[in-house]
């Protein structure tokens, strides 16, 4: 196999982090920002420098992500299989940033890695036993970290509920500071192993390795690639999760971000790769309602469930129809 279609994968990959780097910035920062905790650029700065860390911390989801769709030693064509993954992966995410849209580059991911094993090498090689694990993930960890954004938002009103809202309001903000480090690092241990995971596919599909372990070449890459989209920072996203669900003081922002980073952090050490974006919106939404049900905007969070919902379906079928355009132009 030529080199340079391997080299695109790489680019392609890179490029994906660089994006989810961007796009999921918001999901970090967005109740940091939107209380005045830190300033903008400070902000995402943070996010960076965290994100860069987080994902040189682990590897486990990594290897899920590289078998758990489909075996990649089997595959005839796997190296387009994943190019045609990729360029369905990042068109759906620059969508989604677009519009602002804080949609999952996990589901994303996941979609058009199915949608393209099944054009590429039928329905048969998909790993259904890993995918049902996966799924089971993306599915559970947005439930689970509702509840915990709920329940700590709920002990913190009992805490706090004698006190002055100015003081607390003043206490939380500096604490903020802590968790939305915390969040970003979480952030890069999850989000920044998609990227390798489907580096190392490639590899093992092209003959170059034959086992999933993470190169330390792809690790770097990966995490400088996951940085620097980062410091880019993604507005549109900030502005959707920070203040149109509801009114976030810095106490609910505090709530909001320790539960979510706790999800994302207990899924990377159990090796399962989760949606950083449906876990963080998930724990929002969850204190939320915590701090007055009806305080949360139900409309644009219904908005937000849609798009998670359409997004695996859609990306499949985009994935499908990339790898059918690389197969009738460059594999017949």
Same mark, same amino acid.
């Given at each position: ?7 695109i ?9 660089f994006?989810?780097?961007?796009h999921?910035?918001?999901? =970090? ?59 369905? =992966?990042?068109a ?22 199915m949608?393209?094993?099944?054009a590429g ?15 089971t993930?993306l599915?559970?960890s ?5 509840? =915990? ?68 070449w ?24 920070g203040?149109k669900?509801?009114k ?44 007055r ?19 695996i ?20």
């Amino acid at each position: 196999m030529d080199m340079y279609v391997l080299w695109i994968v790489v680019f392609l990959a890179l490029s994906f982090d660089f994006i989810n780097g961007f796009h999921d910035t918001a999901n =970090a920062i967005a109740t940091t920002v939107s209380t005045r905790a830190l300033k903008p650029r400070v902000a995402i700065l943070l996010a960076a420098v965290m994100n860069f860390v987080g994902a040189l911390t682990f590897t486990g989801v990594a290897a899920t992500i590289g078998k758990g769709v489909a075996d990649p030693s089997k595959l005839e064509h796997g190296v387009e299989i994943v190019i045609a993954a990729l360029l369905s =992966a990042i068109a759906w995410n620059l969508i989604t940033w677009w519009f602002g849209i804080p949609s999952s580059s996990s589901h994303a991911l996941i979609g058009s890695l199915m949608g393209a094993v099944i054009a590429g090498a039928g329905i048969g090689n998909v790993n259904a036993e890993g995918l049902k694990k996966i799924i089971t993930a993306l599915i559970a960890s947005p439930l689970i970290a509702f509840t =915990a954004g709920f329940i700590i938002m709920w002990i913190l009103k009992l805490i706090f509920a004698k006190s002055s809202p100015h003081q607390v309001n003043k206490g939380f903000r500096f604490g903020q500071i802590l968790t939305a480090a915390f969040q970003s690092f979480s952030h890069g241990t999850n989000d920044a192993q998609k990227a390798m995971g489907i580096i190392v596919f490639a590899l093992v599909a092209a003959g170059i390795q034959d086992d999933m372990s993470v190169p330390l070449w792809v690790k770097l890459s990966a995490a400088a690639a996951m940085a620097l989209g980062t410091s880019v920072g993604g507005w549109k996203i900030i502005k959707t999760m920070g203040t149109k669900i509801f009114k976030i003081e810095p106490i609910n922002g505090f709530a909001a971000d320790i539960g979510s980073a706790a999800v994302i952090l207990t899924a990377t050490m159990i090796h399962l790769p989760v949606s950083t974006t449906h876990v963080i919106t998930s724990s929002i939404l969850g204190v939320g309602s915590a701090k007055r049900f009806s305080a949360v905007k139900w409309g644009v969070a219904g908005k937000i469930l849609i798009s998670w919902i359409i997004t695996i379906p859609i990306t499949i079928l985009m994935a499908m129809l990339f790898f059918w355009l690389i197969d009738l132009f460059f594999l017949q």
